[in-house]
């Protein structure tokens, strides 16, 4: 099956409608996070190539800028770490001289250590990269790192960062009871993010299925206590709100509702069957378990949708 590289647009917490760019294999990243909604990480490396054909991400691009009523952020994120592309660079330059539509990317950060990936972000009009550790230790355990990759470098690199990129920078922090919310982990944090200096800090916690079913919420309490230490940059990420769905969306969540009725399916399986990307069959996914609708049924280590 032809790979589609293009998703949405989609309701995101943060970019309102959302266009999602994919240009990688799934899940090829350098890290493998306890939280990751997507699941565990088939391919760990700190290998940057050229993936697919640039000509047909664009055009899948194009496409959906023609179509779609309205896109409020071209994102790259998907299946990996997106910086792990060779040619990240040449399309957001690319992008550019079609639409004015801005262009954001979001990173783990993990490869800004290297002068080329910075260079290949500079067109970008935000990057959101994400920092849940100030230790090793706490790196290993939330993260799951690449052997090579080593906290203190990353820290580093998002410093150089700050200093060469002129487009927003939003700090992505990704909280996980009892392993990086301790009273001196976020003292560590706070004094990482001063040093770094992003415009805004934003907090998160696990709000979709995790890799890993030890990887538990914070409350909304915790965070509140934790933004408040961090200072007044910081933001807890909000669901979205910013308008209804459109048509064409509620269309296509009522027909992944229709499949999830008829018989118990996998995201995969709704993929695969109305050639959607895996990453915006689980937006509606989450949107139906929110309205209620739909229930997870773990077996055989995949999840499982069911009507409630």
Not at 114 to 119: E, G
Not at 220 to 235: A, S, T, V
Request: net charge positive.
């Amino acid at each position: 099956m032809n790979k589609s590289h293009v998703y949405g647009p989609v309701p995101s917490r943060r970019l309102g409608l959302s266009l999602g760019v994919d240009i990688l294999p799934f899940k090829v990243c350098t890290l493998d996070c306890v939280y990751c909604q997507l699941g565990p990480t088939n391919q760990k490396t700190t290998e940057i190539k050229d993936y697919f054909s640039e000509e047909k991400i664009l055009s899948q691009i194009k496409k959906r800028i023609e179509t779609a009523q309205h896109i409020d952020f071209i994102t790259f994120s998907g299946s990996g770490e997106p910086t792990l592309n060779s040619r990240l660079g040449p399309l957001i330059e690319k992008i550019k001289t079609f639409t004015d539509i801005p262009v954001a990317v979001l990173t783990n950060s993990t490869l800004l250590t290297q002068k080329k990936v910075r260079d290949s972000l500079k067109q970008a009009d935000l990057v959101v990269p994400s920092l849940d550790a100030a230790t090793q230790e706490v790196f290993e355990t939330i993260n799951r790192p690449h052997p090579l990759i080593r906290i203190h470098d990353v820290i580093e690199g998002l410093k150089k960062f700050r200093k060469e990129f002129h487009g927003q920078i939003w700090l992505e922090i990704i909280l996980v009871k009892g392993v990086n919310d301790s009273d001196s982990h976020i003292k560590a944090l706070k004094k990482v993010i001063q040093e770094i200096k992003p415009d805004k800090v934003q907090l998160n916690t696990v709000i979709r299925p995790p890799s890993e079913k030890s990887a538990l919420a914070l409350n909304q309490k915790e965070m509140e206590r934790i933004k408040r230490h961090l200072g007044n940059n910081c933001e807890i990420v909000a669901d979205f709100k910013k308008r209804g769905l459109t048509s064409e969306e509620e269309n296509l969540k009522d027909l992944i509702f229709d499949m999830i009725c008829r018989r118990p399916v996998t995201a995969e399986d709704i993929s695969n069957s109305l050639g959607r990307h895996r990453n915006e069959v689980i937006k509606y996914i989450d949107l139906l378990k929110k309205e209620d609708k739909i229930k997870s049924v773990p077996y055989e280590n995949k999840d499982y949708y069911e009507p409630k």
